[in-house]
């Protein structure tokens, strides 16, 4: 079977934890910028030295407080500076953060809280608090609750006052490679959340690997300060991933608790990051907004002409660096000239106007957007991984980026296809199994191999293409096995798509469920003179079902006419997490949708 490996580029650490880089950092160069911190609207620098008495005084107040070695104290809160300081205080003294979404329903909180045996927890606000509050009762194990609102940093840092430094570093000695830094639960895509156990070594490992190999993405150039703005959710291993690779490579971490374009722009015009690290969604998002500004504008045609002037550009650069074509014609090398000024430039202002790189994972990204971007100045490096494999397994490199692929494994990872094309990792990041739940654990763990449930495939080059999940394959009446993604992700990249499902199984054929994009249909409306309808007129509107229908019939060219989406239905409102129809990392929860949508899906079937 399929198999490929990339030698690694650091070694195991021998000793020591994930807090030791904030001391060590704070010793080596105590001046220099290690965080930037937003109060009252103004971005404020914080040294490594403030950052390290911070996380020494916090450690000590959880010490004082009656936090103990191998504890674990959930934080529950959205992204932002207060959650990297509890996550380096708690690691400081041996203890365990445990990550909860903020949107999580009060009983999966219980679960999660219950399950880990969580004997403290942080919350963001008084909604958290009380969401916590209705279950206290079912957690005898939970002794203290801090609320970040109400300044439960102050009272911590006063309540350990009196406690000498040495104790906390005690503690911080302790800890071992192999000792777990905390318990990341699944989203639970396919039933209950099953907390992963990552420990210090899988962190250090993961992140000193991206670090070191992608060094263009993580240096900056001479007198160019490297910075981040990490807007990610940290109750995800992609973002706690983020911030401890920005901590431990020296990268100036900002945080940003808002994934609205609303309030993400204007805190990445004034941030101004070097780089960001995100999910598909987000680059969709500049690109539909940019698209959207053109038109509204009267220049969609030179946007458009620009659009694809890029993506043939970035696509001959990519023939060179694989040495099958040439690269970019002198003709195509004047056009892109040409667009730099007019288009390219203002996509990357939009985004700070410093931004050269990228990392996405978390979904996979159309070829042609990551062209696109290419072509226009930023080169996203596309990823996959899991919360089991310590965020990124396989990413594209930066000397060879592969546009439509995951990459290549990470230094010192392995990528087997199995027999049924179950993609299986080795590596040292790696999680060590599931919290209370061996079962489970030698389900995927078989020795030393972690199976994904995901479906793939390596080219020559050992290139990983995703290509589905075991799971969530549909197998037709007529005994037609089809994997959904492909075709929902060409649905979803038309411009007035938020999301799409299709459905089919044990069914004659393939059919789907549409959700449109709010801002979007607004636009379209506006620029077509028509009026602003109620959502049970629009998804009967016979100009919408046109557009809809284009995007259906582009993504049935990626596939034979058996595996085809015959039919669809535009809906007239959106799967949301707050109805249990998507995990809190937005991926769809399809036996709840298929549920909640039945009479819809039936009428598929029976038109």
């Not at 930037?36 to 914080?46: S, T």
């Not at 439509?404 to 392995?414: F, K, N």
């Given at each position: 079977m399929p198999e490929?490996?990339?030698?690694?580029?650091?070694?195991?650490?021998?000793?020591?934890?994930?807090?030791?880089?904030?001391?060590?950092?704070?010793?080596?160069?105590?001046?220099?910028?290690?965080?930037?911190?937003?109060?009252?609207?103004?971005?404020?620098?914080?040294?490594?030295a403030q950052f390290r008495d911070e996380v020494m005084a916090i450690a000590k107040g959880l010490l004082a407080q009656g936090v103990r070695f191998n504890d674990r104290v959930a934080i529950m809160s959205r992204t932002r500076y207060e959650w990297t300081l509890f996550d380096f205080a708690l690691w400081s003294i041996g203890a365990q953060p445990v990550p909860i979404y903020p949107t999580s329903s009060a009983e999966q909180?219980?679960?999660?809280?219950?399950d880990a045996g969580v004997s403290a927890a942080v919350v963001e606000h008084?909604?958290?608090?009380?969401?916590?509050?209705?279950?206290?009762?079912?957690?005898?194990?939970?002794?203290?609750?801090?609320?970040?609102?109400?300044?439960?940093?102050?009272?911590?840092?006063?309540?350990?006052?009196?406690?000498?430094?040495?104790?906390?570093?005690?503690?911080?000695?302790?800890?071992?490679?192999?000792?777990?830094?905390?318990?990341?639960?699944?989203?639970?895509?396919?039933?209950?959340?099953?907390?992963?156990?990552?420990?210090?070594?899988?962190?250090?490992?993961?992140?000193?690997?991206?670090?070191?190999?992608?060094e263009p993405v993580f240096r900056a150039k001479r007198d160019d300060e490297v910075c981040t703005l990490l807007f990610?959710?940290?109750?995800?291993?992609?973002?706690?991933?983020?911030?401890?690779?920005?901590?431990?490579?020296?990268?100036?971490?900002?945080?940003?608790?808002?994934?609205?374009?609303?309030?993400?722009?204007?805190?990445?015009?004034?941030?101004?990051?070097t780089f960001i690290l995100a999910v598909p969604y987000i680059f969709e998002k500049v690109f539909h907004a940019a698209r959207r500004k053109a038109e509204a504008e009267g220049k969609l045609g030179p946007f458009d002409k620009a659009v694809d002037v890029a993506v043939r550009y970035a696509d001959a650069a990519e023939g060179r660096a694989f040495g099958t074509s040439s690269g970019p014609s002198p003709a195509l090398r004047v056009q892109h000239q040409l667009f730099e000024k007019l288009v390219y430039s203002k996509v990357r202002e939009a985004m700070g106007g410093r931004i050269r790189h990228a990392m996405?994972?978390?979904?996979?990204?159309?070829?042609?957007?990551?062209?696109?971007?290419?072509?226009?100045?930023?080169?996203?490096?596309?990823?996959?991984g899991l919360t089991e494999s310590t965020a990124a397994a396989t990413a594209n490199p930066p000397e060879?980026?592969?546009?439509?692929?995951?990459?290549?494994?990470?230094?010192?990872?392995?990528?087997?296809?199995a027999e049924d094309g179950e993609v299986w990792l080795r590596g040292g990041q790696i999680f060590s199994g599931y919290l209370n739940n061996p079962k489970a654990t030698e389900e995927v763990l078989r020795d030393g191999w972690l199976a994904t449930g995901d479906l793939g495939a390596l080219d020559e080059d050992g290139y990983l293409t995703i290509t589905g999940r075991k799971?969530?394959?549909?197998?037709?009446?007529?005994?037609?096995?089809?994997?959904?993604?492909?075709?929902?992700?060409?649905v979803r990249a038309h411009p007035?798509?938020?999301?799409?499902?299709?459905?089919?199984?044990?069914?004659?054929?393939?059919?789907?469920?549409?959700?449109?994009?709010?801002?979007?249909?607004?636009?379209?409306?506006?620029?077509?003179?028509?009026?602003?309808?109620?959502?049970?007129?629009?998804v009967r509107d016979p100009d919408l079902e046109t557009e809809i229908r284009r995007a259906v019939v582009a993504a049935n060219t990626i596939v034979s006419q058996a595996e085809s989406i015959r039919t669809f239905r535009i809906l007239a409102g959106q799967f949301s997490e707050e109805h249990g129809l998507l995990t809190p990392s937005l991926k769809l929860k399809r036996k709840a949708i298929e549920k909640a949508y039945a009479n819809e899906v039936e009428a598929l079937y029976h038109a």
């Open positions: 490929f490996t990339v030698p690694p580029v650091v070694a195991e650490p021998p000793v020591g934890g994930l807090a030791d880089i904030v001391y060590d950092h704070a010793a080596e160069d105590p001046e220099r910028v290690a965080l930037a911190r937003k109060v009252d609207d103004r971005w404020q620098d914080v040294t490594s909180v219980c679960w999660m809280l219950h008084e909604d958290h608090a009380m969401t916590i509050g209705s279950v206290v009762d079912r957690l005898p194990l939970l002794r203290q609750l801090w609320q970040l609102d109400r300044d439960c940093v102050g009272e911590l840092m006063a309540a350990g006052a009196h406690i000498e430094d040495e104790v906390v570093h005690r503690h911080r000695l302790a800890v071992t490679p192999d000792s777990p830094a905390t318990i990341i639960y699944t989203s639970g895509t396919t039933g209950r959340p099953k907390g992963c156990v990552i420990t210090h070594a899988n962190f250090i490992f993961e992140s000193d690997t991206v670090v070191t190999r992608w990610l959710p940290l109750a995800h291993v992609f973002g706690r991933m983020v911030e401890v690779a920005a901590i431990r490579g020296r990268v100036k971490l900002g945080h940003q608790p808002n994934l609205s374009a609303a309030a993400l722009l204007p805190d990445l015009a004034a941030f101004k990051p996405s994972g978390g979904s996979a990204m159309e070829r042609r957007l990551g062209l696109f971007f290419a072509g226009a100045g930023v080169t996203i490096y596309e990823g996959y060879q980026t592969r546009y439509g692929t995951v990459g290549l494994p990470i230094p010192g990872t392995t990528v087997h296809i799971k969530e394959i549909l197998v037709t009446s007529g005994g037609k096995s089809v994997s959904p993604i492909p075709l929902e992700e060409r007035l798509v938020a999301q799409c499902i299709a459905v089919g199984n044990d069914r004659p054929y393939i059919a789907a469920l549409v959700t449109l994009d709010p801002e979007a249909i607004d636009h379209w409306l506006q620029m077509r003179g028509k009026r602003k309808m109620s959502p049970a007129d629009l």
